[in-house]
Every structure is written in C-alpha cells, then in structure tokens.
C-alpha cells in the first residue's frame, strides 16, 4: 500500500467522522463541558454543606464532576447513532454498579449530578441551568428553614413534669399556680390521688433553666417531700 491510499483513507476517515461536526458544534461542545464541569461542581460545595449524610460528604462530592461529564461524552456519541444507543443500553445490562449508596440523599444527588450531563449532552443547557438554579435555591431554603425551626424547638423546651406529694396542705390548684407562674405552656395530663397523696403529670414548656429552678424552688418550699421528675421531650438531639 503506497503513501497516496494511506493519505486518501486518512482524508476519508476525518471527513466521514467530521461531516456534522465543524467549528460552531466543536465551540458548543467546549461550552457545554465547562457549564457541565461547573454545574457539577457547584453542585458538589452545595452537597458538603447543606447535605444531612453522616458520611465523609468531601469524599463523595468529588465524584460529581467525572460522572456529570461521563454521562455528558455518553449522550453526545450515542444521540446521533440509533445502533450505538441499543448498544449502550446492552452495555449497561451487563455492568454493575457496586457503589456504597447508605442513604436516600446520596443517591438523590447522584441522579441531580446525572441529569446535569443528559441536559449538557443534549444541548439543554438552558434548560439545565434553570432546572439547577431551582433545585439549589429550593435546597438552601429548606435547609436554612430546617435549621430555624430547629433552633426554635431548641429555645423553647418542652417536657413532661411528673409532681409526687404527700402533704394535704399542698393543694393540686396552688402547684398548677406555680409552675404555671414559670411556665409557657402548662397542660395537666393526669391525676392520682389515695390517702393523701396524689400524683399529678404535666406537659410544660420555658424558654431558660432559670424558670425551672424558680419553679423547683418554689415547690420545695410548698412541701420538702416532694417529688419532682422532669423528662425533655423537645427532641432537640
């Protein structure tokens, strides 16, 4: 075979494989990879800092970009060929993915990672962008309102306060008065009374300790028998 057929295949190959692929379409390709790179990784620093995984969320994040264009280089070869979309998906039927997925929202960042390269790959960057921006700004507004509501469970503390008093002089409506006078919230769940003694349990809430050791004190002085339990229910951990 002489240099002028070696030539003459050379000039037919890139011409076969470059028909519908000139400057433009190679400009929008770069242009594409780098939204998709950089979409990839925004989703990364938003996924360390306001996932909810125990996990090491650094380790996984890195991931995000070689898969984001991974799947962005799969769709732009196989779109335009019908034989090579029926061979990726015979592909796929054979390799398994053994990934350590321990919780739901890894792999809900892992599908958001994979439909950022289909919408590059298929030239939806538009599309894309929108749909990231939303998801994101959606996910910071949840987080930042999980966190408030978290902080203001926390400031009120809410628990079951179970009274033990043997004194007949210690009336049931006199203690109502005075954890009441230290309490947000007061609501009498049960009575036990036998022989002079009773039980009462209640459901309270305060903003500081300091109410409760007012309250405490105040109870003691009522009668030094008294029995006091206190149990936080405010789920705070």
């Not at 298929?122 to 939303?134: D, E, G, P, R």
Request: aromatic share 12%; glycine share 4%; hydrophobic share 50%.
């Amino acid at each position: 075979m002489n240099i002028d057929k070696i030539k003459q295949a050379l000039q037919f190959f890139v011409s076969d494989h470059t028909v519908n692929f000139g400057l433009w379409e190679i400009f929008n390709f770069l242009v594409a990879l780098f939204i998709c790179a950089l979409l990839s990784y925004l989703l990364g620093r938003v996924y360390v800092k306001y996932g909810n995984s125990l996990s090491n969320r650094k380790a996984f994040a890195k991931n995000f970009l070689v898969l984001a264009t991974t799947t962005m280089f799969i769709i732009m070869v196989v779109k335009s060929s019908l034989a090579l979309s029926l061979g990726l998906v015979g592909a796929l039927s054979i390799v398994r993915f053994r990934s350590a997925i321990k919780e739901p929202e890894e792999l809900t960042y892992l599908f958001l990672n994979i439909a950022i390269g289909l919408g590059c790959g298929a030239n939806q960057v538009v599309i894309t962008l929108l749909s990231f921006v939303s998801i994101v700004l959606f996910i910071i507004l949840s987080k930042t309102y999980s966190i408030r509501m978290k902080e203001k469970v926390t400031a009120s503390m809410s628990s079951y306060l179970l009274i033990v008093c043997e004194n007949k002089q210690a009336d049931l409506s006199r203690i109502i008065d005075i954890i009441s006078a230290n309490s947000n919230t007061v609501k009498l769940k049960r009575t036990d009374e036998a022989k002079g003694r009773f039980e009462a349990s209640f459901y309270i809430d305060f903003d500081e300790w300091i109410h409760f050791e007012k309250m405490r004190e105040e109870l003691n002085k009522l009668d030094e028998n008294i029995k006091i339990t206190f149990m936080d229910t405010s789920k705070d951990y």
